[in-house]
């Protein structure tokens, strides 16, 4: 907020962004959401709305490629001004984002992806192992005990001190994953600045000696989002149960 003309036409664009191209699709879901919360509410028994279950999923992408878009951008142009000291002339600001923002899109994937990768590998390799008795042992198929059961079997495959170091292994590998995240946080602030040109070995410094601070940020700047989107979601889910009410 110290750079109010920035704040605003750093947001003007992807705002014009999701009203030009998301508006339509938006529409059609909120109208869908209000047929289907009448129905179930006050006109059961009358027969089921027309809903195309293909035309809604494929407007669910539509908002959400579109609202991933307007992020991107809106990122891009902020890490950019805050990685150049907030220093640069407004028209060359937008026009390098616009132009850093297929290389900023490509460097946020492999920050968000890179700690997947860490992670995808063991955690498949624990489900392979907890999952294999069902495989071993044909007694705990379907439909030959219930769930519960079959989970107490499994459960019962391992001691006490083996679920505790498969635990502590798990938390270990999470942990390498956020500080990998955290090392290389600033990447697409500089390949916003600066383009891919020794982007790598600069973010690596960077993040040097910060990793643990950075990773006990994104930690929490993440259950921070996530509380928000949770509470405006209750906040948008009541207004249109009050207004297909109304």
Request: net charge positive.
């Amino acid at each position: 907020f110290a750079h109010p003309i920035r704040l605003l036409l750093g947001s003007i664009l992807p705002a014009i962004l999701v009203v030009a191209v998301g508006l339509g699709p938006l529409r059609r879901i909120i109208a869908v959401w209000q047929v289907l919360i009448a129905w179930r509410t006050e006109s059961v028994g009358t027969g089921a709305p027309a809903v195309s279950p293909e035309q809604f999923g494929l407007d669910i992408l539509k908002i959400q490629g579109v609202a991933l878009l307007a992020l991107s951008l809106w990122l891009c142009a902020w890490q950019r001004a805050a990685a150049r000291g907030f220093a640069e002339p407004i028209p060359r600001w937008l026009g390098g984002s616009l132009l850093r923002l297929p290389g900023y899109i490509v460097a946020f994937v492999i920050w968000l992806l890179s700690p997947a990768v860490v992670l995808a590998i063991p955690c498949g390799g624990l489900a392979w192992l907890i999952t294999r008795p069902i495989a071993f042992y044909p007694g705990l198929s379907p439909p030959a005990q219930t769930p519960r059961a079959q989970a107490a079997a499994i459960l019962g495959f391992f001691s006490d001190l083996q679920w505790w170091v498969i635990a502590a292994a798990v938390v270990t590998v999470a942990r390498i994953a956020l500080w990998l995240s955290a090392r290389l946080s600033p990447l697409p602030a500089l390949v916003a600045s600066q383009g891919w040109r020794g982007t790598f070995g600069r973010a690596w410094q960077l993040s040097r000696g910060h990793g643990f601070g950075l990773s006990a940020s994104l930690a929490g700047y993440t259950i921070l989002i996530f509380l928000l989107l949770l509470i405006s979601g209750f906040v948008y889910g009541a207004a249109i149960v009050a207004r297909s009410g109304s």
